[in-house]
């Protein structure tokens, strides 16, 4: 069974940097399109970043130029370097994946950052 894992959420002050990480576990065949997705408290999960297999990218208006999603496929893995944060960035952020033609997702990792 596949699992997504992710790691390095954590707390920090507005204006400073964060990367997270989600890294892919079980027997891999295939990984396509994976992204990064975030939800704040009484909001409801959006996307944040996407990377296709072939390296293409796409982001929400709320991040581009300010968050990179990038990703390794020999290590099967797929991170999110946070930059300019801003209290608004605060929210749990979710690893998505299609794996094996499935969907999966990842269990989340809490970013905060403080004003």
């Known amino acids: 069974q596949v699992q997504l894992v992710e790691s390095g959420g954590g707390l920090v002050q507005a204006g400073g940097s964060l990367r997270v990480s989600c890294a892919a576990s079980?027997?891999?065949?295939?990984?396509?399109?994976m992204a990064w997705y975030r939800q704040a408290p009484g909001k409801q999960r959006e996307m944040v970043a996407t990377?296709?297999?072939?390296?293409?990218?796409n982001y929400a208006d709320s991040v581009k130029g300010r968050f990179t999603i990038s990703r390794d496929n020999a290590k099967n893995t797929v991170s999110l370097q946070m930059n300019s944060l801003k209290p608004e960035d605060t929210a749990v952020y979710y690893c998505y994946g299609v794996v094996n033609s499935h969907v999966a997702w990842g269990q989340g990792t809490q970013v905060t950052v403080s004003s």
């Open positions: 079980g027997r891999i065949f295939s990984m396509n399109s």
């Open positions: 990377v296709t297999s072939g390296g293409s990218t």
